[in-house]
Antibody
Framework: QVQLVQSGSELKRPGASVKISCKASGYNFRNYAMNWVRQAPGQGLEWMGWVNTNTGNPTYAQGFRGRFVFSLDTSVNTAYLHIASLEVEDTAVYYC????????????WGQGSLVTVSS | QSVLTQPPSVSAAPGQKVTISCSGSSSNLGKSDVYWYQQLPGTAPKLLIFDNSKRPSGIPDRFSGSKSGTSATLGITGLQSGDEADYYC???????????FGGGTKLTVL
């Protein structure tokens, strides 16, 4: 069965960086793009962008260009989200979510990774 | 301010039916299929409906979806306490070239 297993919670100081992992199993990793979605505390879902798992080419949503980087390690079927220069406002749960085969669309979600940014 | 508009909350008694609306525009729901997600408290979103009205394997037929023009609707019949959750609609916006979500609707089963 399809599974997306994300790395655990992180507590960071403002200005630090964080890297979240998302390990996929149960399907051919390179056949499905990977999306990243943010959910701030008590708020809704916000699409951050997606990465083509075949080419590695990322696409970032308007509000996530600059400090956010999507990357892959296809040898271990894992997608990564790196956030630089963390701000308190980056405190959120970050989800990886698989793109459907004939997208656009999102089907399977990881369990989420909580990033807390606090001084 | 979300691109797709949902009511913040809906409620109904156990066993009853409820509908959740999702309103968009010609650049999103007017062109692309709608997806619906259920987010139980403290958990990740889960796909409920794809391609406007299709249910993934394992989703009971108490959940249904429809789309007309620039609006979509999620219906839930035979409400159960376990249906209490936040529900989100989502679709592709061809003008923004981004995936967009509604603001979410909190369902309370009275």
């Amino acid at each position: 069965q399809v599974q997306l297993v994300q790395s655990g919670s992180e507590l960071k100081r403002p200005g630090a960086s964080v890297k979240i992992s998302c390990k996929a199993s149960g399907y051919n990793f390179r056949n499905y793009a990977m999306n990243w979605v943010r959910q701030a505390p008590g708020q809704g879902l916000e699409w951050m962008g997606w990465v083509n798992t075949n080419t590695g080419n990322p696409t970032y949503a308007q509000g996530f260009r600059g400090r956010f980087v999507f990357s892959l390690d296809t040898s271990v079927n894992t997608a990564y989200l790196h956030i630089a220069s963390l701000e308190v406002e980056d405190t959120a749960v970050y989800y990886c979510a698989r793109e459907v085969e004939a997208g656009p669309g999102i089907d399977y979600w990881g369990q989420g990774s909580l990033v807390t940014v606090s001084s | 301010q979300s691109v797709l508009t949902q009511p913040p909350s809906v409620s109904a008694a156990p066993g009853q039916k409820v509908t959740i609306s999702c309103s968009g525009s010609s650049s999103n729901l007017g062109k692309s299929d709608v997806y619906w997600y259920q987010q139980l408290p403290g958990t990740a979103p889960k796909l409920l409906i794809f391609d406007n009205s299709k249910r993934p394997s394992g989703i009971p037929d108490r959940f249904s979806g429809s789309k007309s023009g620039t609006s979509a609707t999620l219906g839930i019949t035979g409400l159960q306490s376990g249906d209490e959750a936040d529900y989100y609609c989502g679709t592709w916006d061809s003008s923004l070239r981004e995936w967009v979500f509604g603001g979410g609707t909190k369902l309370t089963v009275l």
